[in-house]
């Protein structure tokens, strides 16, 4: 808005600097946010796609203002991104950056390695686990609303497919289910988890009737030259 109205050079370049400090600041703490707020895995991968978003976002705000600029005159552009970037600060309210913070995403490396007769070729699938849960009566609701947390879990870390089955003959029974391509992909699993992951974990044993355990199986897809 100074920029379209403000005539004296004295007080544009006091704007110019004030916008210069905040954009470096407000680019500062959206770096930091996007290093800090994924696990060491994927974090080359996420920031990539953050820097796409960003540098489309500039290119495309270049080409929309410009246009408009064109269009109308350069007053009507700069008022009109002004406008833009309030209206994008009140959206933008409820949302604060670092609530992440809170969650440890440091591996935890506490799941054991997967029991198998003999080696298994990496590329060898697709591969389907399956995690048996024996759960309290009392507690049903709570376990299904953290199994259901768990998806989005398991489907970080590669899974393309899950779903929780209640066993017909047994109601306390239940059965986590969920596919991956193959059994490299299922060995990343067991790298990627993460403190905020065994902590939920946690939570779903608690659910569980005392003395039991969490049953975990894998099965692997036949060999392709298997007769059938």
Same mark, same amino acid.
Request: aromatic fraction near 8%.
């Given at each position: 808005?100074?920029?379209?109205?403000?005539?004296?050079?004295? &007080?544009?370049?006091?704007?110019? *600097?004030?916008?210069?400090?905040?954009? $470096?600041?407000?680019?500062?703490?959206?770096?930091?946010?996007?290093?800090? #707020?994924?696990?060491?895995?994927?974090? #080359?991968?996420?920031?990539?796609?953050?820097?796409?978003?960003?540098?489309?976002?500039? #290119?495309?705000?270049?080409?929309?203002?410009?246009? &408009?600029?064109?269009?109308?005159?350069?007053?009507?552009?700069?008022?009109?991104?002004?406008?833009?970037?309030?209206?994008?600060?009140?959206? +933008? *309210?409820?949302?604060?950056?670092? *609530?992440?913070?809170?969650?440890?995403?440091?591996?935890?490396?506490?799941?054991?390695?997967?029991?198998?007769?003999?080696?298994?070729?990496?590329? /060898?699938?697709?591969?389907?686990?399956?995690?048996?849960?024996?759960?309290?009566?009392?507690? +049903?609701?709570?376990?299904?609303?953290?199994?259901?947390? /768990?998806?989005?879990?398991?489907?970080?870390?590669?899974?393309?497919?899950?779903?929780?089955?209640?066993?017909?003959?047994?109601?306390?029974?239940?059965? =986590?289910?969920?596919?991956?391509?193959?059994?490299?992909?299922?060995?990343?699993?067991?790298?990627?988890? +993460? $403190? =905020?992951? /065994?902590? *939920?974990?946690?939570?779903? /044993?608690?659910?569980?009737?005392?003395?039991? =355990?969490?049953?975990?199986?894998?099965?692997?897809?036949?060999?392709?030259?298997?007769?059938?």
């Amino acid at each position: 808005m100074a920029l379209a109205h403000l005539r004296d050079v004295v &007080l544009l370049t006091g704007a110019m *600097l004030l916008m210069g400090a905040a954009w $470096v600041m407000v680019l500062s703490s959206l770096q930091v946010s996007v290093q800090t #707020a994924l696990p060491e895995w994927v974090r #080359a991968r996420g920031l990539s796609l953050y820097l796409v978003v960003f540098m489309g976002g500039m #290119a495309g705000g270049s080409l929309l203002w410009g246009q &408009l600029a064109t269009q109308t005159d350069l007053v009507i552009a700069l008022e009109t991104a002004a406008g833009g970037a309030l209206a994008g600060v009140l959206m +933008t *309210l409820p949302f604060r950056i670092g *609530l992440h913070e809170a969650v440890d995403l440091a591996p935890s490396a506490h799941w054991p390695q997967p029991h198998v007769v003999d080696a298994v070729e990496p590329h /060898r699938g697709p591969v389907m686990v399956t995690v048996a849960y024996q759960v309290q009566p009392g507690l +049903t609701d709570t376990f299904l609303r953290l199994i259901h947390a /768990r998806r989005r879990l398991r489907q970080r870390d590669g899974a393309f497919c899950w779903s929780v089955f209640r066993d017909a003959a047994d109601p306390s029974r239940y059965l =986590e289910c969920f596919l991956l391509g193959s059994w490299i992909d299922h060995l990343r699993q067991h790298e990627r988890v +993460t $403190v =905020e992951d /065994r902590e *939920l974990q946690t939570q779903i /044993r608690a659910c569980l009737e005392a003395g039991s =355990e969490p049953v975990v199986d894998h099965y692997l897809a036949p060999e392709p030259n298997a007769k059938l």
